[in-house]
């Protein structure tokens, strides 16, 4: 069984950092893209950042020269380094990953969200 632990939410004030991290366990073969999404109270959730097997990275255009996508595939971990943070980054955040188990099947998998809270 596969499953992914996130860390590193917390509260921060306005204009600082916070490194966010998902790890990945269990039977795994490969992890191809991983992702991190946020969810603000009240809204929908949206894609933040995306990292894929290359290391080729995609952010959200509110986060861009903020946020860094990073991952260590020995650890099988995807990194969220958040920089200058503001009021409006204030949400839960979740990792998502694309993964082949060791039976060779893919599937989506979800972590279980880590709140961040940007105070003015």
């Known amino acids: 069984q596969v499953q992914l632990v996130e860390s590193g939410g917390g509260l921060v004030q306005a204009g600082g950092s916070l490194r966010l991290s998902c790890a990945a366990s269990?039977?795994?073969?490969?992890?191809?893209?991983m992702d991190w999404y946020r969810q603000a109270a009240g809204k929908q959730r949206l894609l933040v950042a995306t990292?894929?097997?290359?290391?080729?990275?995609n952010y959200a255009d509110s986060v861009k020269g903020r946020f860094t996508i990073s991952r260590d595939d020995a650890k099988n971990t995807v990194y969220l380094q958040m920089n200058n943070l503001k009021p409006e980054d204030t949400a839960v955040y979740y990792c998502?990953?694309?993964?082949?188990?060791?039976?060779?099947?893919?599937?989506?998998?979800w972590g279980q969200g880590t709140q961040v809270t940007v105070s003015s």
């Open positions: 998502r990953a694309g993964i082949t188990d060791s039976g060779r099947y893919f599937a989506p998998y």
């Open positions: 269990g039977r795994i073969f490969n992890i191809q893209n």
């Open positions: 990292i894929t097997s290359a290391e080729t990275t």
